[in-house]
């Protein structure tokens, strides 16, 4: 006879049991499906990598959600993805490289976080999304978060959110019409994404005050980024919000936050987070971002990423 004796997981991870997997299954295809139905055609990167193909150096911040290990065969450092779309990128600069561009891809596994959070208290979790590299034209953003929302959708999700940012908005206005020194640059972004108005009047910023206000639903929030007295620099961003929010129309509510940076590290004219009405946690973000191949050379690229486990776990 044998005896099992129960163990404790490690924090942060836990089981799926037979409804559960079955409804986690069941969203993951509808997902993916629609993506396909799109073009994105589905790749599977291995779980874990060597370490510096999922972060640079110490300073980079996926270094901090590195589960690391030694591989016995190599002797080198080894870790567990915690986001899969460095590797999605790894790939379309090398096996994929020769592919023509836009290159659609879409991907669905699991990552694992070094730490939780209290938002987000697994450390395991499922990552789905698709990536349109070779472009991040206001076309190729609208494609992707339309493709973002319809897959939702399609997977029983309603009370969606699609919430915009423009994550080099700060540095763009501090190299020309409203100029930082330097050093003021992280300070006067960590103030408005506070949304802090005494401290940026206090760090001399207080040209930066009315971005604070263009924040809400997209109708409301769009004619206060519009009032910005900006010589024109923000003209083309504007109408690119434009565009990309009458392209969502009625299939998600859309809101604004210009200055929103948390999560926004490798994004560069345009971000956006996704939610879902009865929950807290961020269900997808995405936007626009660049991939440095082996070569030097640099790729423009779009996607999302979606994080569907609370809504399994709600039922869903």
Do not use: C
Request: zero cysteines.
């Amino acid at each position: 006879m044998t005896r099992f004796t129960p163990k404790l997981l490690p924090e942060g991870l836990r089981d799926r049991l037979p409804d559960e997997a079955e409804a986690a299954s069941r969203v993951t295809r509808a997902l993916i499906d629609v993506m396909s139905s799109h073009g994105y055609r589905r790749i599977a990167p291995p779980i874990a990598e060597f370490r510096e193909t999922l972060a640079g150096d110490a300073a980079d911040p996926a270094s901090r959600d590195l589960l690391r290990f030694t591989d016995p065969v190599s002797r080198r450092t080894l870790a567990i993805r915690p986001d899969m779309t460095r590797q999605i990128g790894r790939i379309a600069g090398s096996r994929l490289a020769t592919a023509p561009r836009p290159l659609r891809l879409s991907y669905a596994g699991q990552v694992v976080k070094l730490t939780a959070t209290t938002l987000w208290p697994d450390r395991e979790m499922m990552q789905i999304g698709a990536e349109l590299i070779g472009s991040d034209s206001v076309a190729a953003v609208t494609e992707v978060l339309r493709v973002a929302v319809e897959a939702l959708t399609a997977a029983g999700v309603t009370g969606i959110t699609v919430d915009l940012t423009l994550p080099d908005l700060v540095d763009t206005l501090a190299a020309g019409v409203f100029p930082l020194a330097d050093d003021q640059i992280s300070a006067v972004k960590a103030e408005l994404d506070a949304k802090d108005a005494g401290a940026l009047a206090a760090l001399g910023a207080t040209d930066y005050l009315p971005l604070i206000a263009a924040t809400g639903p997209f109708a409301e929030a769009l004619p206060k980024l519009q009032a910005i007295d900006a010589g024109g620099v923000l003209a083309g961003r504007i109408a690119a919000l434009h565009n990309i929010a009458a392209s969502i129309g009625t299939s998600a509510t859309v809101t604004l936050d210009p200055t929103e940076r948390h999560g926004f590290e490798y994004q560069s004219w345009i971000g956006f987070s996704i939610f879902v009405a009865g929950h807290a946690t961020t269900i997808g973000r995405g936007g626009s971002y660049a991939i440095t191949h082996p070569d030097g050379s640099v790729e423009k690229a779009v996607g999302f990423s979606l994080y569907p486990d609370p809504l399994i776990g709600a039922g869903l």
